[in-house]
């Protein structure tokens, strides 16, 4: 942990506005983010931007839609009179954003690849808007492993298909790794804003497994394709269970490994839609999945309006 603070420090500027590690930027006249439909021509970034520090993410427009509405109203945000919310990158017809105020909201797609390519662009925003400390938090869906639809999985640390704690990808012909590290005392500090008075449901923490597939990928045996028997899928689920993987999903890694590498804090907060132990097919009526998914923001919001007091 004293280590990570280090880094932390070492990688921010001392204001704590976030260092850009590529110094190809400063030196562009123009910094394009296309897949966000802004640029730092076209846009005032800082004066769009620069009171951000809760940048929030999630699979979904509608979802982080609903989030940015949620939050304004626990955080008593008020619009200028006359305006409503809007999506800032509707235009790029790939991602969605909302601002209220201290807080960002953005849908990331599904996968590795889709979180990636926004994860460059909101760094590169929160360099080109000057942001100081920002937190990003993912708040999804995930497969729970020995644990029952519902439940709320505040992740330590991210692992790859593989069980490497590591970001594996391949640049210029090398394959390089980057450690999916994530902020152990701001997980914990989200664990210990779980309320068992008021939630009627479990959170807990334990290591999250990324996977680039839904199917075949997370051993599920209904996909199009399936090579292995039901026998194999449970030694390979009860495996990852006695390794410490609570859940899975499929952003984790490059999410944890992207965020440690600019000296930014970040957690991620999933809601399991069901047991893998039990099954593969999600099969929980929609309302009762609404309602499960609110999960993973009422716990942020406890986290964003805590740090908005001692601000
Ligand atoms: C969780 O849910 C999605 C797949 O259904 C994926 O984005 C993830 O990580
Ligand atoms: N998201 C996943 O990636 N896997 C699941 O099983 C459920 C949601």
New binding site residues.
Partial sequence: DENDEIIYLKTRYNDGTVKLRNPNIELMDQDILYHLALGSGSHDLEEMFGDVKFVCMGGTPKRMENFAHFIMDEIGYKLPAGTQLQDISAFSYRYSMYKVGPVLSISHGMGVPSIGILLHEIIKLMYHAKCKDPVFLRLG???GIGIEGGTVVVSEGAVDGLLRDTYEMTVLGKVIHRPAKLDRKLSRELKALADPTQDAYETISGKTMCTYD?YEG?GRLDGAFCDFTENEKMEYLQKLREFGVVN???ESTIFAALTHHAGIKAAIVCVA??N?LNGDQ?MAPKEVMNEWQKRPQILISRFIRKRMAQQ
């Fill in positions: 869906t995930c497969g839904f997370q899975i999903e499929m839609l069901l893998r999600v």
